[in-house]
């Protein structure tokens, strides 16, 4: 049964990545090396680095091949964890230590299935709250969405790394991002959320980080609460319900707006409910933006990180909230 959900979050800013260039090949990014003479934040470079960061549970957000803010705080997240300079930099220590998490290539070949094609779909999600409400589903968008998410990889990199191709049929041999599918059997004892540097922390019973994801966390009309919560509830695919009380900018609505699930609902495809009314640690519809922009007061994840997450807290796990 669909869980009714009243949440104050919502992304308040958009970001914009500058354009790719000439495409890139599949030997470039599984052979690409830092070192004397070479480039260190090189297209090639950072996406096996972005990969192996993601594998390993630290979580560069969308997977771009950008030097970015969310990645630059990976990458110093894992230097901490491993007693590396913590420049967030790509050193050769730094290389060494990633290259060491997994051997496996990153970037593979996947055939796409009919499960990915089937739909249902909606041609575009609106930005209006009142007409989201109208919609059955807050589907994705297309296969290109669905498959994007499914790897952690960037729209725009999706369709370079497989010019020529359609990603709308089965059968279809693409290439994608070599991510660890399933989430690790680990039980997250305490998390913690960083204000300031825009990243949740995810640690075990031993006190071992065990996750490090990007996040927007508030803003200065709706600010995170404050001290330690806990998690109440964990709700997958859930619905979401705008109260007028919320008094969102540009929500006009004076009704309660029911907006049904789906991976582009207002808090994406999975939902953590907090003890303090209306907050919660949730995905996001739009990936790209988490880390870069404000939310009306919750913890905003892409829905690939929040569902990680989400698979390994229970009722009663600790949620720290510091400046």
């Known amino acids: 049964m669909m869980t009714r959900l009243l949440a104050i979050c919502l992304l308040a800013a958009s970001v914009a990545g500058p354009a790719f260039g000439r495409d890139l090949t599949v030997a470039e990014v599984n052979s690409a090396e830092i070192g004397k003479g070479k480039e260190r934040n090189s297209r090639p470079v950072l996406i096996r680095a972005q990969v192996l960061l993601d594998r390993a549970g630290f979580s560069p957000g969308v997977i771009d091949g950008r030097n970015g803010s969310n990645f630059v705080n ?15 930099e790509l050193d050769p220590p730094t290389w060494s230590k990633l290259l060491e998490t997994s051997a496996d290539p990153a970037l593979s070949d996947y055939v796409i299935t009919p ?3 089937k739909g249902p779909f909606v041609e575009e999600i609106p930005e209006k709250f009142e007409k989201k409400a109208e919609l059955k589903r807050l589907a994705y968008t297309g296969p290109t969405e669905l498959l994007a998410e499914k790897f952690h990889i960037d729209e725009d990199l999706l369709e370079e790394l497989n010019r020529g191709k359609s990603l709308d049929q089965p059968g279809t041999s693409i290439v994608v991002a070599n991510i660890r599918q399933e989430p690790p059997k680990i039980q997250v004892q305490r998390i913690v959320v960083e204000k300031n540097q825009r990243s949740v922390r995810a640690f075990d019973r031993d006190g071992k980080l065990v996750g490090f994801y990007p996040a927007s966390i508030g803003s200065d009309e709706k600010p995170a609460p404050t001290g330690t919560l806990k998690i109440t509830r964990v709700v997958r695919d859930p619905v979401y319900v705008y109260d007028p009380k919320f008094q969102f900018r540009g929500v006009h609505a004076q009704q309660k707006l029911k907006i049904a699930p789906g991976p582009n609902n207002p808090v994406g495809s999975v939902w953590m409910s907090l003890n303090e009314r209306t907050y919660g640690i949730h995905g996001a519809a739009e990936p790209a933006k988490v880390g870069k922009a404000a939310s009306h007061g919750c913890v905003r994840m892409t829905n690939w990180d929040a569902g990680r997450l989400a698979a390994m807290v229970k009722k009663g796990t600790k949620v720290e909230f510091v400046d």
């Open 74 to 88: 990976a990458l110093r997240a894992f230097q901490q964890q491993n007693g590396l300079k913590d420049a967030g």
């Open 115 to 117: 499960e990915d094609t």
